[in-house]
């Protein structure tokens, strides 16, 4: 089921492609409703891609984001994607928390939480006036710059201190609100801030579920979060959770540097194709 291309806000095209919110959606009739347009195969499709994106991010600390959106997209245009990702990420980040909490940065991850939530806010309210072409365009473009952005983060070696990092958590906290595929930002920052390994993914966890929070209230203010929305962001939660245990039996076999290549790869060409399909629309 695809977005159409006409003017107005994203809660427009929700309502326009069949994304509007009953009267009662909370019956389980709505649920099943909820995923009726889309095929067993496709749901196959997003829970295979949920468990995969799952087990990457429990490893590199990123992936979730920066993958779904190249499945969902094309089943349900892009205006429900980052509400979809917000909810799911509950889970997965829930569960890598869980599975490294024993690594958390307290401090860091108070002080990013602090002031990225607030421009978080602002960036998930602009999401919300994005028709479905703006949507799509802002999430192409965002998952196709992660890719050269987190080489040129890595290269550089920047170091960042206290004042430094909650400088750069408020520009965080706005690509955030309004976009997907931004976590490889906040993994960066992290490990400019000193943080290694184990820590970096699970101080990332307890930072991205306090963003998902916010967004949540957000989108859940504005009107688009829906029954197909919860439907398919209980899907991919469920079915991620058990990824960061197993990422975490991978975490010092697994080569990082050959999932991050094939990664980088499939995160660009599917940007590619998310902003070609914008720009023919």
């Known amino acids: ?3 159409c291309d006409g003017n107005g806000d994203t809660r427009a095209d929700l ?3 069949g994304w509007a919110a009953p009267a009662n959606p909370t019956t389980r ?3 099943a409703d909820a995923l009726a347009d889309i095929s067993l195969l496709q749901l196959v499709l997003v829970a295979v891609t949920a468990l995969f994106a799952s087990v990457v991010g429990g ?6 984001g920066a993958l779904m959106p190249l499945v969902l ?3 349900v245009g892009a205006a429900p994607v980052v509400p979809i990702i917000a909810i799911s990420a509950l889970f997965t980040n829930v569960s890598r928390a869980i599975a490294f909490y024993r690594f958390v940065d307290g401090r860091r991850a108070l002080l990013v939480t602090f002031i990225a939530g607030f421009t978080c806010v602002v960036g998930a309210y602009g999401y919300t006036l994005l028709n479905n072409r703006g949507a799509l365009i802002v999430i192409g473009a965002m998952l196709a710059l992660s890719v050269p952005l987190r080489r040129i983060l890595k290269a550089r070696s920047a170091t960042l201190g206290d004042t430094g990092l909650g400088v750069s958590a408020a520009g965080y906290g706005l690509l955030t609100g309004g976009t997907t595929g931004s976590g490889v930002i906040l993994v960066s920052l992290l490990l400019a801030a000193g943080l290694e390994g184990a820590a970096v ?3 990332d966890a307890v930072i991205s579920i306090a963003m998902a929070v916010v967004k949540i209230s957000m989108f859940g203010f504005s009107g688009i979060i829906t029954p197909q929305v919860i439907a398919l962001a209980l899907l991919i939660g469920v079915i ?3 990824g960061a245990f197993l990422a975490k039996l991978l975490v010092e076999h697994l080569p990082v540097k050959v999932h991050t290549a094939m990664l980088d790869a499939v995160v660009v060409i599917g940007a590619l194709a998310m902003i070609a399909q914008a720009v023919r629309s």
Do not use: D, I
């Open 59 to 64: 490893v590199a600390g990123y992936g979730t």
């Open 29 to 31: 009739r709505a649920v």
């Open 73 to 75: 997209v094309p089943m």
């Open 15 to 17: 309502r326009e492609t």
């Open 201 to 203: 993914v699970a101080t």
């Open 1 to 3: 089921m695809q977005c």
């Open 240 to 242: 991620a959770f058990p």
